[in-house]
């Protein structure tokens, strides 16, 4: 029995391959003819900087940077303050982040005007400083993270060589300023995120040394004294406890609308502690924004929650003296936030301190925001919001005279100043948690605002909150969808607060037959779940040969199961066990077969005191006190119970309700009666190989970004089976409520195809085509159901509908499985993205007719998608099509100058075309853009001397 589950090599089922036949698409309208010359940029022009624009660049840094300072300064350590403090250091820290809006916008605005060369030298000047000046922390350079990104986006269409280099310059520092803020991830939430800590907080010396040094140059109190002069005097403003003598009915669905528009004699204003028990109602300020609006526009559209937009007049347009409304492109957005349901109201013009004005620039600024909020139309919701909440008895007078109703909170998300998404979340839940009722302020002009709003609404659904809205000059609680009604679909992202994983590899067997491949396997997993799926390295344990003994394993696994009881592993999180090397199993006297892993130190004749039972496994997986746990053994064995083979496939809401339920799923290589392949392509056994390419993205069955347990089984299973002789098993364990552990898709490394990009072998890639045809050809649709808009076609033959597959369950016994079902629509953005990943997959499996297909579709979803047109491009060029390469290869260019392989990719097209001028013209200005690549110097001596002995020889 135990030398028929050897993990060993064994014969691979011949694989099939199919010659790929040519197949032309026509060409965009605007393409040029490949003779065509490429249009010569700008040469690049040795400049001195302005001296007058270096100055104000300077300048307006320093401001920049100082407001930053100030604003670490001003935030640190601030929920220890007394209510009152922190009440002012809020309203302080609102004031220096439109502060520090400013800063970035003036620098941004001098960069806009510094096109000429002597301004291009400037910020050149500008970008050094920034990467280099020696007197900063690099957590100073993250105060230039927004500016950086306009610089690059403005000068990606630049028409000269210099402006390309200086894009191309922006976007690799804000990926170190990636880098920089995942350094510092930890201390930003300690600094920024107020979560309440528990047990020691490990100290990191470098950010201390960035705070201590900050506050040499800056006090909380100076700060505060600084702002003074502007300062909203608390004492002065009503307060938010004077509504809540006013019976709660005031502000309910049983309250009487006003008899005339404006406030009643009882109620100035509305405080969201008048609300219900369990009522919200959503506010949002700052805006339009041209992007971030609609994307919660879109969320709201899901979680089918009302809102109340309070618009900026200067964002909507502006009013001349004669009082003719000139819109601006705000209005647009302004008019979509009424097309989805959602009232707009205003917030002033010019978001000013309103309690220091004088009462005629009170209503000019009120007055004027509302000639522009009727232009955009506005139905007439009579709502105002004091910009930071700074008022005075005279400043509210004024906004009642004009028949406006003040609109205050009780919850600030804090979304200004708290760059973590997840923080932000914590925070209103936890307010919300303590008042259980609020009206909630968020900002529409934030990217972290659009990440944490799905997290707020997931859990106050789960909580059976309701929404409220602003109709009729009253709020309205609105009624529940009905139970039947279908639920919005959940965004995958944060779907677990951590993950932890157990990795084991085990060749060097000391009384067991030795393995080839099996720490390679686990080294592969393991960089997998850190790289691709969020598992922090500090949360993969990985145990390698010696190491990997039974008494390791089990101490693994035990610490695991106890982290529930100090504080580490908890009940939102997943867990993950790998394990490569040999399996056995064992029939008792009653029959029953039990099913063992071989650590190394086993010996072969006393499996129960030397290897781990499968009951044992089972056992501990029921006590990890983690939502999710998934096991995946490369070995084969027999002797667990199936509960059920996944969860059912029917739900309108997987991700949700699959978040209530607990997972505990297994899967296994084979069978106990069968040998595992040891020997598969790239080093790794088949079962492993399979594994890893379903893990980038193959097994996302019906396109949703997610890929469950339920799905990798329905993938590896047939394909495995197609590949090698062996038959992998999948099911839950005893103790599983039906959840599903997921991984969640991020969206491929941006890469651009290239001479230099990789594909597998001949072999691997007829393996991997007929793994694919494997799965396909035995998933069977569960019910059929039209393909949501914005799908991607291509992306599975069942990505329209939930599917199934039937296999062998952990019993031996066949059995269905389904996956969950078909996701609601995604945006053209990200519909193309995906698109381009799986382009890229196809293409490093030589499949170049469905790569070809791929890139086409993400064009299609997204015309200006530079990155799609350029991989487009060289399918052309592997298919020795040169000009038609060069056409994507322009197009890509025109889309974003800045991609220096286009330019290279273009001079290989038209050095091999025979366009020899040409090809010198494209590798020029990929040599200004990427001076220090491998092909830099041979293509630099070639233009110098375009002699045919130093003609380069392009790859193919």
């Not at 029959?591 to 063992?596: F, H, T």
């Not at 070995?635 to 309108?652: E, H, I, N, Q, V």
């Not at 007719?849 to 015309?863: G, I, M, Y």
Request: net charge neutral; hydrophobic share 40%.
């Amino acid at each position: 029995m135990q030398k028929r589950s050897q993990r060993k090599g064994t014969v691979w089922v011949t694989a099939l391959t199919a010659t790929a036949s040519a197949v032309t698409i026509s060409l965009l309208g605007g393409c040029k003819p490949a003779g065509d010359a490429p249009k010569q940029l700008a040469p690049l022009e040795a400049a001195s900087a302005s001296p007058t624009v270096s100055a104000a660049l300077v300048k307006q840094s320093d401001e920049l940077l100082a407001r930053y300072r100030q604003m670490i300064v001003l935030m640190d350590g601030e929920s220890s303050l007394k209510p009152a403090e922190r009440e002012a250091v809020h309203a302080v820290g609102l004031m220096l982040f439109h502060d520090l809006q400013d800063s970035t916008r003036a620098l941004a605005d001098t960069a806009g005007k510094s096109g000429d060369p002597a301004g291009l030298a400037a910020l050149s000047a500008l970008l050094d400083r920034i990467e280099q000046e020696p007197s900063w922390f690099d957590a100073d350079r993250l105060a230039f993270k927004e500016f950086l990104t306009q610089l690059a986006q403005q000068f990606s269409t630049s028409q000269s060589l210099a402006g390309l280099k200086l894009a191309k310059r922006a976007g690799e520092d804000l990926a170190v300023l990636a880098d920089i803020e995942g350094t510092y991830a930890q201390e930003l939430r300690d600094t920024f995120g107020r979560f309440a800590q528990r047990g020691i907080v490990p100290k990191r010396e470098k950010w201390t040394d960035y705070v201590a040094k900050l506050k040499a140059l800056y006090t909380r109190e100076r700060i505060l004294k600084d702002y003074a002069t502007i300062l909203p005097d608390l004492q002065a403003r009503p307060s938010a406890d004077a509504g809540d003598d006013a019976p709660p009915a005031t502000q309910t669905a049983n309250a009487q609308a006003p008899a005339t528009r404006g406030p009643s004699k009882q109620e100035r204003e509305f405080f969201g502690r008048q609300l219900p028990p369990k009522t919200v109602l959503l506010t949002f300020d700052d805006g339009p924004h041209p992007r971030y609006t609609d994307e919660i526009l879109e969320i709201l559209k899901r979680y089918q929650a009302p809102a109340v937009f309070f618009e900026l007049g200067r964002n909507l347009g502006s009013v001349d003296a004669k009082g003719n409304v000139k819109p601006g492109p705000g209005s647009e957005v302004a008019k979509r936030v009424l097309a989805a349901g959602h009232p707009i109201a205003n917030h002033s013009f010019s978001h000013g301190l309103m309690s220091k004005f004088e009462l005629d620039k009170v209503r000019q600024e009120a007055s004027t925001t509302e000639a522009l909020l009727d232009a955009a139309g506005r139905d007439g919701q009579a709502l105002f919001r004091f910009p930071y909440g700074a008022r005075n008895d005279a400043a509210l007078g004024a906004i009642e005279a004009l028949k406006l109703r003040s609109m205050m909170w009780n919850v600030d998300s804090l979304d200004w100043s708290d760059p973590i998404p997840k923080s932000i979340a914590a925070r209103v839940l936890g307010e919300l948690g303590k008042q259980q009722r609020g009206i909630v302020l968020f900002h529409d002009i934030h990217a972290r605002t659009v990440e944490a709003l799905p997290l707020v609404l997931d859990q106050l659904k789960a909580e059976g909150y309701k929404f409220a809205a602003w109709k009729d000059g009253k709020i309205v609680a609105v009624d529940t969808p009905a139970a039947d009604a279908a639920p919005p679909e959940l965004a995958g992202a944060n779907l677990y607060r951590d993950s932890v994983a157990l990795v084991i590899g085990i060749d060097q067997y000391k009384s067991w037959p030795r393995l080839q491949h099996a720490v390679r396997d686990a080294k592969a997993i393991q960089e997998t779940l850190q790289t691709q799926f969020g598992f922090r390295p500090e949360n993969v344990t990985t145990l390698t040969d010696g190491d990997a003994t039974r008494a390791n394993i089990l101490r693994a696994l035990n610490a695991m199961a106890r982290k529930g009881g100090d504080g580490k592993l908890k009940r939102d999180d997943r867990v993950f066990v790998f394990f490569a090397g040999h399996g056995s199993t064992r029939k008792l006297p009653s029959g029953r077969d039990v099913g063992y892993i071989i650590p190394v130190d086993a010996g072969t004749d006393d499996l129960q005191t030397d290897a781990i039972a499968m009951p044992q496994l089972q056992e501990l997986s029921e006590a990890l006190p983690a939502k999710h746990a998934f096991f995946v053994i490369d070995s084969c064995y027999s002797g667990l119970g199936l509960t059920r083979g996944g969860a059912p496939g029917g739900s309108s809401n997987f991700v949700r309700d699959n978040a209530r339920r607990l997972g505990r799923q297994m899967m296994t290589a084979g069978g106990a009666d069968q040998q595992v392949a040891d020997d598969g392509p790239g080093g790794h056994s088949v079962f492993t190989w399979t594994l890893l390419q379903a893990l980038s993205g193959k097994a996302d069955l019906n396109g949703d970004g997610l890929i469950t347990a339920t799905e990798l089984a329905a993938y590896v299973a047939p394909a495995v089976s197609a590949i090698a002789h062996q038959t992998p098993a999948f099911g839950s364990l005893p103790g599983s409520e039906g959840g599903e552990f997921i991984f969640e898709l991020a969206s491929a490394q941006e890469q651009a195809l290239s001479g230099d990009s990789n594909q597998l072998d001949a072999k691997a890639s007829a393996l991997a085509k007929q793994a694919d045809d494997a799965r396909n050809a035995q998933l069977q649709p569960v019910a059929q159901a039209p393909a949501p808009a914005g799908t991607a076609p291509g992306a599975t033959p069942a990505s329209a509908t939930a599917v199934q597959v039937t296999l062998k369950g952990l019993d031996g016994n066949d059995t269905a499985i389904a996956t969950s079902a078909a996701p609601t629509a995604v945006s053209p953005r990200v519909a193309a993205q995906r698109a381009n990943d799986r382009g890229l997959q196809l293409y490093k499996e030589r499949r170049y007719d469905e790569a070809e297909a791929a890139f086409t579709e993400a064009l299609k979803l997204q015309p200006k998608f530079a990155l799609a047109a350029n991989n487009l491009g060289f399918i052309y060029y592997k298919r020795d099509k040169p000009a038609e390469a060069a056409r994507w290869y322009r197009k890509a260019i025109e889309m974003d100058g800045t991609r220096a392989l286009a330019h290279l990719n273009l001079g290989d097209a038209l050095l091999r075309a025979g366009d020899d001028a040409g090809a010198q013209v494209a590798y020029r200005a990929f040599i200004e853009l990427s001076p220090k690549h491998a092909r830099a110097g041979e293509l630099k001596a070639w233009i110098e001397r375009p002699d045919s002995a130093k003609r380069p020889e392009p790859p193919l």
